[in-house]
C-alpha cells in the first residue's frame, strides 16, 4: 500500500476505531447507579398510610441514618387513624464501631401542622466531661442530677444535647423538637391568600 493509499484509508480507520470503541464502551460502562433506597421509617411509614407528616419523618429519619452501615425500624402508630393520629419509631443503627439508636415521633394537628421529635442515643468510649470540652464548648450547661447535664445553644433553641455518665463512657442524647412543621414545598406550592 503506497503512502498517499494510507493517508487516505488513516482517517477512515481511526474513525471507525473510535466509533467501535465507543459503542464498546456503551456496552461495557455500566448504567447510571440505581437512586439511594429510602430509609426504612420512610418505606414503613408510607406502607401504613401516614401522609401528612410524612415530609418531616423521611427528612429526620434521612438526616438520623446518613452514613450508617444498615438500620432497622420498630413503628408504632394509630391504626385507625394513621394520618391523623401520632407516629413514635425507634431505629437501630450499625456503624464500623457502634450502635446507635434514635427516636423519631410525628403528631399532626388539625391545622394541618405536624409536631415533630428526634432523639439520637450514643454512648462515647470517654467521660462526659471530654465530651462537652470536644463539642460542645460554646453551649451553656444546666446540671439536673450529679452524673447528668444539659447543654443548649441559643443559635439552635428547639435543639439539645444532654451527657449521662456511664462509666466507663457516656451517654450522649442529641433531642430535637419543632412545633407547627410544615412542609415547606407543600406551603410555598399554597396560593396566596385571597388568590384562589
Given at each position: 500500500?503506497?503512502?498517499?493509499?494510507?493517508l487516505?484509508?488513516?482517517?477512515?480507520?481511526?474513525?471507525?476505531?473510535?466509533?467501535?470503541?465507543v459503542?464498546?464502551?456503551?456496552?461495557?460502562?455500566?448504567?447510571?447507579?440505581?437512586a439511594?433506597?429510602?430509609?426504612?421509617?420512610?418505606?414503613?411509614?408510607?406502607?401504613?398510610?401516614?401522609?401528612?407528616?410524612?415530609?418531616?419523618?423521611?427528612?429526620?429519619?434521612?438526616?438520623?441514618?446518613?452514613?450508617?452501615?444498615?438500620?432497622?425500624?420498630?413503628?408504632?402508630?394509630?391504626?385507625?387513624?394513621?394520618?391523623?393520629?401520632?407516629?413514635?419509631?425507634?431505629?437501630?443503627?450499625?456503624?464500623?464501631?457502634?450502635?446507635?439508636?434514635?427516636?423519631?415521633?410525628?403528631?399532626?394537628?388539625?391545622?394541618?401542622?405536624?409536631?415533630?421529635?428526634?432523639?439520637?442515643?450514643?454512648?462515647a468510649?470517654?467521660?462526659?466531661?471530654?465530651?462537652a470540652?470536644?463539642?460542645l464548648?460554646?453551649?451553656?450547661?444546666?446540671?439536673?442530677?450529679p452524673?447528668?447535664?444539659?447543654?443548649?445553644?441559643?443559635?439552635?433553641?428547639?435543639?439539645s444535647?444532654?451527657?449521662?455518665?456511664?462509666?466507663?463512657?457516656?451517654?450522649?442524647?442529641?433531642?430535637?423538637?419543632?412545633y407547627?412543621?410544615?412542609?415547606?414545598?407543600?406551603?410555598?406550592?399554597?396560593?396566596?391568600?385571597?388568590?384562589?
Amino acid at each position: 500500500m503506497n503512502t498517499q493509499a494510507l493517508l487516505r484509508w488513516l482517517p477512515a480507520a481511526l474513525a471507525w476505531a473510535a466509533a467501535g470503541t465507543v459503542c464498546a464502551q456503551g456496552v461495557l460502562v455500566p448504567p447510571a447507579p440505581p437512586a439511594p433506597p429510602q430509609d426504612t421509617l420512610t418505606r414503613a411509614a408510607t406502607s401504613v398510610g401516614i401522609k401528612r407528616c410524612l415530609p418531616a419523618i423521611s427528612r429526620l429519619s434521612s438526616l438520623t441514618v446518613q452514613g450508617s452501615r444498615s438500620h432497622d425500624v420498630l413503628l408504632d402508630w394509630d391504626r385507625k387513624r394513621p394520618d391523623a393520629g401520632p407516629m413514635f419509631s425507634l431505629i437501630g443503627m450499625q456503624y464500623p464501631n457502634a450502635g446507635v439508636a434514635a427516636s423519631i415521633t410525628a403528631i399532626p394537628d388539625e391545622s394541618g401542622a405536624c409536631t415533630v421529635s428526634a432523639e439520637r442515643i450514643s454512648v462515647a468510649p470517654f467521660t462526659c466531661e471530654s465530651v462537652a470540652q470536644q463539642e460542645l464548648a460554646s453551649y451553656k450547661m444546666t446540671r439536673l442530677l450529679p452524673n447528668y447535664a444539659v447543654y443548649t445553644d441559643a443559635k439552635e433553641p428547639t435543639s439539645s444535647v444532654s451527657l449521662i455518665d456511664s462509666p466507663p463512657g457516656c451517654l450522649i442524647i442529641r433531642r430535637y423538637v419543632e412545633y407547627g412543621w410544615k412542609d415547606p414545598a407543600a406551603v410555598s406550592a399554597a396560593p396566596p391568600p385571597g388568590k384562589r
